[in-house]
């Protein structure tokens, strides 16, 4: 059975008590059907986890004591996901889908044949998107989340990590890269249009490797996704 989880800002320690009230009351009772003397994992989305006895249920809140503290755990292979904005609620899924499969960072980057544009004060909207999706398959980390203004400088940001783009026109099949021999790697998905010529001659410059895209003609978030289960599986993460 799955111990009901919930993520706050800060963990208390051992023996600690503490009152979680509002959304988090709401989703124990109403929806977890938390009780008394039940399990509660506590998270505070740095991996850091804390299980907690339930010491009382009530109209309003959900009073708990911190029975042990587990510190946070490197994970042995480590994914960033840069991928375009993309319109209406596809970004949304984007984050939600790359924190249920525990993808490390998701930056999103504008690139040449973008066609949303996204700000940032939209990036506390999408962590919260990733901060419930985490919540509700146990994921202990939360998926960050970051935006950068063009693909060069999202690139900049992620340099001295091994960077791979995924290209329909042709590369390296992912299997013969021997990931799971690596502690992390960059995963880099275009929008809609693909990447443009530009952005190409960028990989090139920077040493990138172009990873073979078999398949349909995927939709911009569909293929954000199959990048990053196939990256996870690669490193020995699924």
Request: aromatic share 6%; net charge neutral; charged share 25%.
């Amino acid at each position: 059975m799955t111990v009901p989880t919930w993520y706050l800002d800060r963990l208390s320690g051992v023996g600690e008590c503490m009152r979680l009230s509002g959304r988090a009351h709401h989703y124990l009772v109403r929806v977890l059907r938390v009780a008394a003397s039940e399990t509660l994992r506590l998270c505070d989305g740095t991996g850091r986890t804390a299980y907690a006895r339930v010491l009382v249920v009530d109209e309003s809140g959900v009073e708990v004591r911190v029975e042990t503290v587990e510190a946070a755990t490197l994970r042995r292979f480590q994914l960033t996901l840069i991928a375009s904005p993309l319109k209406r609620k596809g970004t949304d899924f984007v984050a939600a889908r790359c924190a249920e499969l525990g993808v490390d960072r998701l930056m999103l980057a504008h690139m040449e044949r973008s066609i949303a544009r996204m700000e940032d004060d939209r990036l506390e909207r999408l962590e919260r998107v990733a901060s419930e999706a985490a919540r509700q398959v146990g994921q202990a980390e939360v998926t960050r989340v970051s935006l950068a203004s063009s693909l060069a400088r999202a690139v900049d940001a992620v340099q001295g990590q091994p960077l791979y783009f995924l290209w329909e026109e042709g590369g390296h099949d992912l299997r013969d890269l021997r990931l799971s021999e690596h502690d992390r790697a960059v995963c880099v998905v275009g929008p809609e249009g693909g990447f443009g010529e530009r952005e190409v001659a960028l990989f090139q410059d920077v040493g990138a490797t172009p990873v073979f895209f078999r398949g349909a003609a995927y939709k911009a978030a569909t293929a954000a996704v199959i990048g990053a289960v196939l990256f996870l599986h690669a490193g020995g993460r699924l």
